[in-house]
């Protein structure tokens, strides 16, 4: 595949829920209780229980992964967590966008991820070098 400066990554919407979060707990052994108990999350000052941060990136990493076709192909990423995906009974949907921002002479190129929610962006500088 050669990448082209400008492209548009097909987007993806991701419905969170908060049975995938217990799932994800398990599998991540990250058993925090904000990410499962809505009474402990609202005791700490949150407003409902939150997706793990690990699992929003990852969900950003299946849009360049879906649109590469090969995993293999995604040499590096990186993201800041900028705001928490609040995931109330009803769940949380969060909308992943992607373009090619850079070719570089090696061969790779570097996608700008975005992902939403509610709106806002969760992900900051959230950027991936694909070959």
């Known amino acids: 595949m050669a990448y082209e400066k400008g492209t548009e990554l097909p987007p993806l919407q991701v419905h969170v829920t908060r049975d995938q979060l217990v799932r994800y707990a398990g599998a991540s052994l990250d058993f925090n209780p904000i990410h499962w108990n809505e009474r402990f999350a609202k005791e700490v000052g949150l407003p409902d229980v939150i997706a793990h941060g690990m699992l929003t990136m990852a969900l950003g990493g299946r849009l360049v992964t ?35 921002a850079e070719v570089r002479e090696d061969g790779t190129a570097r996608v700008d991820i975005t992902a939403k929610f509610d709106g806002r962006t969760v992900l900051g500088k959230a950027q991936a070098v694909v070959r």
């Open 66 to 100: 879906d649109w590469l076709g090969d995993p293999g192909k995604l040499v590096e990423y990186s993201v800041r967590f900028t705001r928490p995906v609040v995931v109330s009974p009803e769940g949380a949907d969060v909308e992943f966008t992607g373009k090619v």
